[in-house]
């Protein structure tokens, strides 16, 4: 492009980036709640498919990405498959969490599985587009980083926006279309919010696709599986960075999976979906302003490599503290946000982070192996990412059919039934362990392995730039 991104440009891409994220949160934080909890899908088969998803997209993710580079259209190679993709995923999205009623048993399984795999691989066809449209806008430089960095505030808010607002939104539709026991208000209104979900997600894409105008000529190069490997091999800061997004990632989604069901059977009561959404707005909150506020100023006062590991003994004690908690007689919501703020924020930062390393680590291995492979480390975030939400559901889901938390819940309770009473002291001690002590157990692995293997000081970084600069 020739000229500067404008507001226009700036809040069309933004405005994608929230609609893209509200889609994937919900997804990634309800499909195992939905099809589990709701529908009674074994939880065992339900975490099969999640973790067997993310595999397929081990090799869907390349071949998409070799599918956009080839596209030749008047509008670009990105816009026509990021308008594509959006409207498959927004259908396979409402599709997904509006299951036939008349399904059951090995039915039911095969609808979970063919719409969750669908979901992805339709997600991809709107998600590499759309990151990799960055370079065909930008000039490079400020600009560019300038925008990732908005992009990646805005899927925060996207993602913080459905964690605030889903089980409320969820029981206030159903309730208002007729639903009578909870479970009845919970499907109606997980159709009717996901539809809703799904016409935004549209019409924030369309903005995106309105307000910019790529550079037809730009020309990208694409990751096979092949080229993903050779560049983690061969870049030992590449590895470690996506290590570290893979651990971290598995520790939060592991705890986005459980924390509906700590609050329905744990922590309890007759409005617990009021406590829950309480809860999530905070912690939302807490997220985007760590991003925004948390990181820069702890950047004034140390570098990178510090706040990581400020990040993750945040976590670790926000974890701690919950856990102890436990021990107490939980009765009011507010103290949880104690182990919420250090929880939520420090993934915040931590977000932030990941990115920043895995940059990093691009101008490293220009230097180490005389090619600068930007396009290949930065396609694979999407695919850990999601890699790590898959693992993460798996080890959810896994554990749920211990704890037996639904086993012994009237079907035809309503929506005022405290679901707490149904579970035993050991089954909500069970979950308290599983959300707790194995994100804990990921996050100390984390900090072992990045600090052996991270090496990326802010003082070598500026040894690498300079080298690159003489070289060039």
């Not at 927004?90 to 063919?114: E, R």
């Not at 759309?130 to 925060?156: D, F, H, N, Q, V």
């Not at 691009?362 to 939400?389: C, H, P, W």
Request: hydrophobic content about 55%; overall charge positive.
């Amino acid at each position: 492009m020739n000229t500067n991104l404008g507001f226009k440009e700036k809040f069309g891409y933004g405005i994608g980036a929230v609609g893209k994220d509200m889609v994937y949160m919900l997804s990634a934080s309800y499909v195992l709640y939905y099809f589990q909890d709701m529908l009674g899908v074994n939880a065992v088969y339900m975490g099969i498919i999640l973790l067997g998803a993310r595999i397929f997209d081990a090799f869907n993710d390349p071949i998409m990405g070799v599918i956009v580079a080839k596209t030749k259209t008047k509008w670009g190679k990105f816009r026509p498959w990021l308008l594509i993709g959006t409207l498959t995923n927004a259908v396979v999205l409402f599709l997904m969490f509006a299951c036939p009623p008349s399904l059951d048993g090995p039915g039911l399984v095969a609808y979970a599985a063919i719409t969750y795999i669908l979901w992805g691989l339709t997600y991809t066809m709107m998600d590499i587009p759309y990151w990799s449209m960055i370079p065909a806008i930008t000039k490079g430089g400020k600009e560019r980083e300038g925008l990732t960095t908005l992009a990646r505030s805005c899927a925060g808010a996207g993602s913080a926006i459905i964690m605030v607002v889903t089980m409320m939104a969820v029981n206030f539709i159903g309730g208002a279309l007729g639903g009578n026991t909870a479970k009845e208000i919970e499907i109606i209104g997980f159709k009717y919010f996901t539809m809703i979900v799904a016409i935004l997600f549209i019409i924030f894409i369309v903005i995106t696709c309105v307000s910019i105008k790529e550079d037809s000529t730009v020309n990208i190069k694409t990751a096979s599986v092949g080229d993903m490997f050779k560049a983690l091999v061969q870049n030992d800061q590449a590895m470690a960075a996506v290590v570290a997004i893979v651990l971290i990632n598995c520790a939060i989604y592991i705890t986005s999976n459980l924390v509906i069901y700590f609050f329905k059977y744990d922590f309890g009561g007759n409005k617990w979906f009021g406590d829950y959404t309480l809860f999530n707005t905070f912690g939302g909150a807490m997220q985007i302003l760590a991003m925004m506020i948390l990181f820069p100023v702890l950047r004034k006062f140390f570098n990178c490599i510090k706040i990581f590991y400020i990040a993750l003994f945040m976590a670790v004690a926000g974890y701690a503290v919950l856990f102890a908690l436990n021990f107490t007689s939980l009765q009011n919501v507010f103290i949880l946000f104690v182990p919420g703020f250090l929880i939520f924020a420090a993934n915040g930062v931590l977000s932030v982070l990941t990115t920043i390393f895995l940059a990093n680590s691009v101008d490293y291995g220009e230097l180490k192996n005389g090619r600068r492979d930007e396009s290949v480390i930065f396609s694979m975030q999407t695919f850990v990412v999601k890699l790590a939400s898959g693992v993460a559901a798996f080890i959810a889901a896994v554990g749920l059919p211990f704890l037996h938390l639904s086993q012994d819940a009237p079907t035809d309770a309503d929506k005022t039934f405290d679901f707490s009473s149904t579970v035993s002291a050991s089954s909500k001690m069970g979950l308290r362990i599983l959300m707790t002590v194995i994100p804990v157990i990921l996050l100390f692995i984390a900090i072992m392995y990045f600090k052996k293997k991270y090496v990326l000081t802010d003082e070598k970084l500026e040894e690498i730039n300079e080298k690159l600069k003489a070289s060039k």
